[in-house]
């Protein structure tokens, strides 16, 4: 699968108009979403899992297909939980021509936005809870962008592999990664048309809070398990700026005319936010996932 990226920087005294600029584009209310993601390094060249060798609750054939994307390269791997009490729901679509097909309750019928559009304010609630079992988790890769120039667009493959059971943790381990670090995102998302639109922003853990392995995870540092309330962790970026991601997800990559279409919707969504945000291709580097 291939997802295709614009970026944008939004200023902390401009998130609350760009919310609500954002919902009548969209013509749905925002929808409050707190990720946890946990960064894994491979211990060593990682070989392809069989069934013998991956915890349950990791389908083998997807990881299977997920270590095939990376072509025998090393890769940090992403353990991404949705920490949101109100999880929004997105389908990929049956067939491999569909650009992406996405279902989001709305309020009302026709589209329109009902009730007030969520503020800053709104990111420190739900709080997020540090049962590893609770949440969904996903095993996120992506890979290194494409060179830039090919498309307007930052263009990269990607792969999500839902962990169906147990601790996602145990699981990271039967597969030969070691937990490295983490970080919390908060913000809103918005669907228009076929782009997912994230209004976002990333806050670190404190590293005080840090442990070491127990409960026969390998030795070495593990994810915290006594987060602090999300109104107590500090932005990544201390003036508090977020970032406006639109992304669209293409099913079959390899199909001309479907990267055709989402990097037309991208594209027109750019144009249609000029004079509010520069929506922009992102920095080839700063999106590197290899292990070095």
């Given amino acids: 699968m291939h997802e295709l990226l614009l970026y944008g920087q939004v200023s902390l005294p401009q998130h609350d108009r760009m919310l609500k600029i954002l919902a009548g584009i969209a013509a749905m209310q925002p929808r409050v979403l707190i990720e946890r993601h946990l960064v894994?390094?491979?211990?060593?060249?990682?070989?392809?899992?069989?069934?013998?060798?991956?915890?349950?609750?990791?389908?083998?054939?997807?990881?299977?297909?997920?270590?095939?994307?990376?072509?025998?390269?090393?890769?940090?791997?992403?353990?991404?939980?949705?920490?949101?009490?109100?999880?929004?729901?997105?389908?990929?679509g049956q067939g491999e021509d569909k650009v992406m097909a996405v279902a989001l309750p709305q309020n009302g019928s026709d589209g329109a936005v009902k009730e007030?559009?969520?503020?800053?304010?709104?990111?420190?609630?739900?709080?997020?809870?540090?049962?590893?079992?609770?949440?969904?988790?996903?095993?996120?890769f992506r890979d290194l962008p494409d060179v830039p120039g090919r498309r307007p667009v930052t263009s990269r493959l990607m792969a999500s592999v839902p962990v169906a059971g147990g601790d996602p943790r145990h699981v990271m381990d039967s597969l030969g990664y070691n937990y490295v670090s983490e970080y919390l995102i908060h913000g809103h998302q918005l669907i228009y048309n076929n782009i997912i639109l994230f209004l976002q922003r990333p806050f670190t853990v404190p590293p005080e809070l840090k442990t070491e392995s127990s409960n026969g995870l390998p030795p070495g540092p593990v994810p915290v398990t006594n987060l602090p309330s999300s109104g107590k962790l500090k932005p990544l970026d201390p003036s508090g700026t977020f970032v406006l991601q639109a992304s669209v997800r293409v099913q079959d990559g390899t199909k001309p005319e479907s990267m055709a279409i989402a990097i037309s919707e991208l594209t027109s969504f750019r144009d249609l936010m000029k004079g509010i945000v520069d929506m922009e291709v992102g920095d080839r580097l700063a999106l590197d996932t290899r292990s070095r």
Avoid at 69 to 89: A, I, K
Avoid at 119 to 140: A, C, G, N, R, Y
């Fill in 116 to 140: 007030a559009v969520p503020t800053t304010e709104s990111l420190v609630s739900p709080e997020p809870t540090t049962d590893f079992i609770k949440h969904q988790w996903s095993i996120e």
């Fill in 40 to 92: 894994y390094k491979p211990r060593n060249r990682v070989t392809i899992a069989d069934k013998t060798n991956v915890k349950p609750g990791a389908p083998a054939s997807q990881i299977q297909a997920l270590q095939a994307q990376m072509r025998g390269d090393v890769f940090y791997l992403q353990l991404v939980g949705n920490m949101s009490s109100e999880s929004p729901t997105i389908s990929m």
